[in-house]
């Protein structure tokens, strides 16, 4: 017997607008009442992700519609997460492809369609915002069909069915001329193409856990799809983690179901539901649920290994202590281990210093969220530079490239062209829109991305789109990629801001600080115009004399300081310098905070 039951998972590029999307489906499916007051882009339900506007954590919620019970996931669009996406893939039957109407399927839409297309899925092409001014839906669906084909889609998958929509609306048609009514063709379109696996609800339990969630009140709280068999509130059950893995008992605390974006207690859930369970504290991402009489464990999810390694270490700094509640390398370690439990992309490994960690993530993106969410909850911490992570491939040292796609105004391509042929870019594809813009496809090293964002953003004066994903690993370029051009202007004492030498080193470069802020020997409060180190003193006050001065006194005149954000902090810093972050404060500095240590360290690498 076939079950009232449908999952599906939701694919775009950031910012394409899904999150929206699934704002409408909850709405019109009647999930709130009349009276609720509804927050917009209700599933980013983290901090960093309302302000940024991007899904990091993949979300569950689910829909009633007609008497179906449609569980609906929502995968994180960027790169950086798909140790998320990957995992959320299994869960489902079908999935949503989401395309902007004018932009088209971009890279990191390409990394979640490849992992789906390979799974066997059916995607359902929704081309979302089809009343943006400028929409072009003929070429979009064109340029979905060619990508489908590139990624080695079967026939089947390349006949894929087409929904029109605009989420910010609440509408959706099956042609590109619709300007209103409400979502019933999406709920059509799911009902008709998304299938259903034909799960043994009578058979020995099986379950497999896709992410945790973690509760003070309840503990670990596992997340994952029944393969087979029903599962109930205090059943007892044998869990392990892989084929190979140990079999140890549990017992199941609740059962809960997803409706809307509450998660109900049920008596129990059979083969085909989406649920969460607690009550089991050893789980981990990938351990099999069973019966305790078969304990048969499914095959461990394999997750993309990290290409980008940072190192967190206890802040050393002489403003230390001052802002943070937890500061200890112990309380470091800590939080790093939680996070492992449900951050399966993140690696952490020990170094031969107690107060350093080598933490490794699949992004920059992945790594800044990270230090973003323990700055938020009060630890301090100093990181140094991003590194990737170089491989061993038959013998050749490798290093990861990445598929990189710039859109800029065709004012803006020679400049940016020439900045990702300095940093050892290829050159792929060049498409221009007749518009005014040009579309460039790049393969280029991971290292040359590094500190590219920045620069970017100035050459195109912020109106380039760039976004990219993991393309492979490579034989290593030979040479430097992506160094810094300009030098830094060194504080030489501790003691506070003073406009008026702030003031006189103007000429001198680009500042970083305000007249009062605490300052430190060895701490980077500019950038220098040219291409060496500058030691200053920016705490100098003017000299005053009791002799009346027949002149005026000269109006100081400041540049507002460069307002950094902790993604600019870490691409910007050198080798030999560190990011101080606190829950206030981002600060620069050097890894030697004295002169002569940094001469002396300067001679030893050379």
């Not at 605009?166 to 959706?172: D, F, N, P, T």
């Not at 509760?215 to 596992?222: A, D």
């Not at 009489?293 to 001052?322: C, K, Y």
């Not at 600060?587 to 240590?597: A, F, I, M, N, T």
């Amino acid at each position: 017997m076939t079950r009232a039951l449908r999952n599906v998972a939701i694919i775009a590029h950031v910012d394409h607008g899904k999150t929206t999307l699934v704002d409408q489906l909850l709405r019109q499916s009647g999930t709130f009442r009349e009276n609720q007051s509804v927050a917009e882009r209700v599933m980013d339900s983290n901090d960093i992700e309302k302000e940024r506007g991007i899904t990091i954590l993949a979300k569950n919620c689910a829909v009633e519609y007609e008497g179906t019970h449609i569980n609906i996931v929502d995968t994180p669009g960027h790169a950086d997460f798909g140790g998320e996406v990957e995992r959320v893939l299994s869960m489902v039957d079908g999935v949503l492809l989401l395309v902007d109407a004018v932009e088209g399927p971009m890279p990191q839409t390409i990394f979640v369609t490849r992992k789906a297309l390979a799974l066997g899925l059916k995607p359902i092409v929704v081309v979302n915002k089809i009343d943006r001014p400028g929409a072009r839906p003929d070429f979009v669906i064109n340029a979905t069909f060619e990508l489908f084909d590139k990624l080695g889609a079967t026939e089947e998958q390349l006949d894929f069915p087409v929904v029109y929509a605009s989420g910010l609306s609440g509408y959706a048609g099956l042609t590109d001329d619709v300007r209103s009514g409400d979502m019933r063709p999406l709920f059509e379109a799911i009902m008709k193409y998304v299938p259903q696996r034909d799960d043994d609800a009578n058979g020995p339990l099986q379950m497999q856990i896709i992410s945790l969630d973690y509760n003070s009140y309840v503990g670990k709280i596992g997340v994952g799809r029944i393969n087979r068999g029903r599962m109930r509130g205090n059943m007892d059950v044998a869990f392990r983690f892989g084929p190979d893995g140990e079999v140890q008992r549990g017992r199941i605390n609740q059962v809960m179901k997803f409706s809307g974006l509450e998660r109900v207690v049920v008596d129990e859930a059979e083969a085909g539901d989406i649920v969460l369970v607690n009550g089991i504290e050893d789980l981990h991402i990938g351990s099999t649920i069973t019966d305790p009489s078969t304990p048969e464990g499914l095959p461990v999810l394999r997750i993309d290994e990290p290409t980008l390694t940072m190192n967190f270490m206890v802040n050393t700094s002489p403003l230390a202590g001052r802002e943070g509640k937890f500061v200890t390398s112990r309380q470091i370690r800590d939080r790093l281990e939680r996070e492992l439990k449900s951050n399966v992309a993140l690696r952490v490994r020990d170094t031969g210093d107690d107060t350093v960690f080598e933490v490794s993530g699949r992004g920059e993106l992945h790594l800044t969220i990270l230090l973003e969410n323990m700055r938020r909850e009060g630890y301090e911490l100093a990181v140094s530079r991003p590194r990737v992570v170089f491989k061993e491939i038959d013998g050749v040292k490798c290093e990861p490239f990445e598929a990189l796609t710039v859109d800029v105004e065709d004012a803006h391509q020679g400049g940016v062209m020439e900045e990702l042929g300095r940093r050892k870019g290829d050159l792929q594809d060049m498409q221009p829109d007749g518009r005014g813009r040009t579309r460039l496809e790049y393969v280029i090293p991971a290292r040359g991305l590094i500190g590219f964002q920045n620069e970017f953003l100035t050459l195109t004066r912020g109106t380039g789109l760039m976004s990219h994903i993991f393309h492979e690993y490579a034989p290593l370029r030979e040479g430097s990629i992506g160094e810094r051009r300009n030098g830094v202007l060194i504080s030489q004492d501790n003691g506070d801001a003073v406009a008026y030498a702030l003031w006189k080193l103007q000429d001198r470069g680009r500042m970083f600080v305000s007249p009062g802020e605490p300052l430190y020997e060895g701490m980077i409060i500019g950038i220098h115009s040219r291409d060496n180190d500058l030691v200053v003193n920016p705490i100098k006050g003017k000299q005053l004399t009791n002799v009346r001065a027949s002149g005026t006194d000269e109006a100081v005149r400041l540049v507002p300081p460069i307002q950094m954000s902790l993604e600019y902090a870490v691409e910007f810093i050198d080798d030999d310098e560190l990011v101080e972050i606190t829950p206030k404060s981002i600060r620069l500095r050097k890894r030697y905070l004295q002169e002569h240590e940094r001469r002396r360290a300067s001679r030893e690498n050379a």
